[in-house]
């Protein structure tokens, strides 16, 4: 067998799209139909907006979901896969399976695992960026740069 004969170029496109951080949680979140931004921040706890906005524009850009815009008041935005990422709904599903099968400790129900005990991503509170501790500092109480 050769390796390079073997290789296909599509395949590896799909694997790094679907492979992603966060990319397989957004899709499995919406195969049951058209969310909100803010549902979808909802369902995945562990995300951070920006890092849902990214992964949503990647996937709209990707033709995998459409973002639907209600002109109503309030302007409400809806996120749908489209065809194509319905497709990927079998693969999600099979990838979920082989997680519970393979991943989750033996005896527990991994749909009805409490959230608190999954393991979370998130920075523990009180050990936010140094960027964002820096703001924090009142004036003239920050470090002193000597040269």
Same mark, same amino acid.
């Given at each position: 067998?050769?390796?390079?004969?073997?290789?296909?170029?599509?395949?590896?496109?799909?694997?790094?799209?679907?492979?992603?951080?966060?990319?397989?949680?957004?899709?499995?979140?919406?195969?049951?139909?058209?969310?909100?931004?803010?549902?979808?921040?909802?369902?995945?706890?562990?995300?951070?907006?920006?890092?849902?906005?990214?992964?949503?524009?990647?996937?709209?850009?990707?033709?995998?979901?459409?973002?639907?815009?209600?002109?109503?008041?309030?302007?409400?935005?809806?996120?749908?896969?489209?065809?194509?990422?319905?497709?990927?709904?079998?693969?999600? =599903?099979?990838? =979920?399976?082989?997680?519970?099968?393979?991943?989750?400790?033996?005896?527990?129900?991994?749909?009805?695992?409490?959230?608190?005990?999954?393991?979370?991503? %998130?920075?523990?509170?009180?050990?936010?960026?140094?960027?964002?501790?820096?703001?924090?500092?009142?004036?003239?109480?920050?470090? %002193?740069?000597?040269?």
């Amino acid at each position: 067998m050769n390796a390079r004969a073997d290789f296909c170029p599509y395949f590896q496109e799909a694997v790094e799209l679907i492979g992603r951080r966060w990319t397989g949680v957004v899709l499995r979140t919406l195969l049951p139909g058209p969310l909100r931004f803010s549902e979808m921040e909802r369902a995945v706890p562990e995300i951070s907006a920006r890092a849902l906005a990214l992964r949503l524009r990647e996937l709209e850009a990707a033709g995998v979901l459409v973002r639907g815009v209600d002109t109503g008041v309030p302007i409400r935005v809806s996120y749908a896969l489209t065809e194509k990422g319905k497709a990927l709904g079998g693969v999600v =599903e099979r990838i =979920e399976r082989w997680a519970h099968g393979w991943l989750a400790p033996r005896g527990i129900n991994p749909h009805r695992h409490p959230p608190s005990d999954r393991v979370s991503r %998130r920075t523990p509170p009180g050990r936010g960026s140094a960027r964002r501790a820096a703001r924090t500092v009142p004036a003239g109480k920050g470090r %002193r740069h000597d040269a």
